[in-house]
């Protein structure tokens, strides 16, 4: 949840889809074909408890030839109703040395005028460090754009919260589950 300096919420990103190993005999991975999902919702209007989505992600664990990686799919949520996507960007970060997620209007690429929510220039960036690191995602949004910042944060913290949700079952607990250390 992000809240601004009033202490009212903003913003949310709600898993939907939680991170369970494949279904496939001895996989102990969160796969591509049965990703961990997000939705990533803004406060609609002045009453904090009326929400909209605003975008759908998914992460997954890919196994790179050097190096495993957060494999990652972000949908945009329209203005005409949740059912009505707009696909951003499918890519990775590595899962060892983290990486940076970055959403630009020139990602998407030629698509029906009107469909992309924000104007030309939206740039949006964020840093995630490699699983079991302790992370402080940096943000980065254009000027133009900082009424979108808490979603962005919403959506940065997901991304982050997926790179640890995402590392092998078959690997030790996070140290902040262990109780008894």
Known sequence: ?????????????????????????????????????????????????TWKPWARLECWRERGPIDDALGYKLELMTDAGSNNILPITESAISARKGGQFCIDRSMVGDFVPGSWPWGRGFVISSTVEGECAVSKPTVQVGVQHKADAAVVIALSAAIDLSMDACRLFSQKPWKELCHDQ
């Open 1 to 49: 949840m992000i809240y601004d300096l009033s202490g009212s919420p903003v913003a949310a990103a709600s898993m939907i889809t939680p991170f369970v190993p494949s279904p496939a005999p001895g996989s102990d991975r969160v796969s591509r074909s049965n990703p961990g999902a997000w939705l990533i919702l803004e406060a609609d209007g002045i009453s904090a408890s």
